[in-house]
C-alpha cells in the first residue's frame, strides 16, 4: 500500500489521474507543491460527498519505480472514473487522497487551509454522483436559477442578472450571499 511522505511548510499534494478508459484501473500521481496564492500551481479541486467511510476500493499510485496500492471510498472511485480524460492526464485536488488521513496533524493543518486551496484552483468540480432519478431535471433547475443571478465574490452580494429578474420576488437583491470565507 501507498506511504504519504511528509508535507513540507506551506505545500500541499495534488494528484494527476492518469489517462484511462472507464472502468479500467485508476492509475495517479502524487506530487508535492508550495501553495503560493499569488502563484498558485494548476489544478482543480474536488468537492464531492464522502459517502460510505468503507475504504471499499483501490487506486494505484504510480511511483518511479514502481505501482502502490490506495484504498479510497466507492464514491470518490466513481467520481475519478468519470472525471478521468482518455488521453491526457487532470490534474486535481481531492481532500481524501491529498490529505494522508492518518496523520492527525497533517490533517489539522491542511484543514485549516483549504479555503486557500479552494480559492487558489483553477476550477472547482462537485461530484454529486452517477445520473439517479430526476438529476437531470435538478440540474436544469439549477441551471435556470443561476442564469437569475449574479454573484459579487468580493463584495459576498448576490444581485439579478437583468433588468427583468429584479421584479422576481425570489431574490432580495440587498441582502448579502449567505456564506462568507471562513466557513470554507
Not at 518511479?64 to 496500492?69: S, T, V
Not at 486557500?116 to 438529476?135: H, R, T
Request: aromatic share 8%; charged share 25%.
Amino acid at each position: 500500500m501507498y506511504i504519504y511522505g511528509a508535507l513540507e511548510q506551506e505545500e500541499i499534494r495534488i494528484l494527476t489521474v492518469l489517462p484511462g478508459t472507464f472502468g479500467s484501473e485508476i492509475h495517479i500521481e502524487l506530487s508535492h507543491v508550495k501553495l503560493d496564492i499569488n502563484k498558485p500551481p494548476s489544478y482543480e479541486a474536488l468537492s464531492y460527498t464522502w459517502g460510505s467511510y468503507d475504504l471499499s476500493h483501490v487506486i494505484f499510485v504510480d511511483t518511479d519505480d514502481r505501482r502502490k496500492g490506495l484504498a479510497v471510498t466507492e464514491n470518490l472511485h466513481n467520481a475519478l472514473q468519470h472525471l478521468r480524460n482518455i488521453t491526457s492526464p487532470r490534474t486535481l485536488w481531492v481532500d481524501a487522497t491529498c490529505i494522508n488521513q492518518s496523520d492527525d496533524e497533517e490533517r489539522s493543518q491542511q484543514v485549516a487551509g483549504m479555503a486557500n486551496i479552494y480559492k487558489s484552483a483553477a476550477k472547482v468540480l462537485i461530484w454529486l454522483g452517477p445520473v439517479a432519478e430526476n438529476s437531470v431535471e435538478a440540474l436544469e433547475a439549477l441551471e435556470i436559477l443561476a442564469s437569475k443571478i449574479h454573484i459579487d465574490w468580493g463584495r459576498e452580494i448576490v444581485s439579478a442578472a437583468s433588468k427583468e429578474d429584479i421584479e422576481s420576488e425570489w431574490l432580495d437583491h440587498s441582502k448579502p450571499a449567505p456564506f462568507d470565507y471562513q466557513t470554507w
